[in-house]
């Protein structure tokens, strides 16, 4: 079983900016994929950004050129940097692993983020 940690969330004002960490139990180049994934009041969890063990990576419309998602030469850490977060961005934000044969995820607890004048 893969325990994922998220940390980094907070209240930001708009225009502001925060760096999320997601540490695994494992290496993160085991892993096939990890991402993070968002959960607004009332919406449906949405992705966010993801990243494959050999670098490759997928980002939501909503958060293109915003938000970089990264391991930051790290194994056992991935990274989510926000910049020019909006009111939008407010939500809570889970860190997620996906294996493959046979097929898993694993989710963390989920870190806040507010962005709120």
């Known amino acids: 079983q893969v325990q994922l940690v998220e940390s980094g969330g907070g209240l930001v004002q708009p225009g502001g900016f925060l760096r999320l960490s997601c540490a695994a139990s494992?290496?993160?180049?085991?892993?096939?994929?990890m991402g993070w994934y968002r959960q607004a009041p009332g919406k449906q969890r949405e992705l966010v950004a993801t990243?494959?063990?050999?670098?490759?990576?997928n980002y939501a419309d909503l958060v293109k050129g915003r938000f970089t998602i990264s391991n930051g030469n790290a194994k056992n850490t991935i990274y989510l940097q926000m910049n020019r977060l909006e009111p939008e961005d407010t939500a809570v934000y889970y860190c997620?692993?996906?294996?493959?044969?046979?097929?898993?995820?694993?989710w963390g607890q989920g870190t806040q983020v507010t962005v709120s004048s």
């Open positions: 990243i494959t063990s050999d670098g490759r990576t």
């Open positions: 997620n692993s996906e294996h493959l044969f046979p097929r898993k995820n694993y």
């Open positions: 494992e290496s993160i180049f085991s892993i096939y994929r």
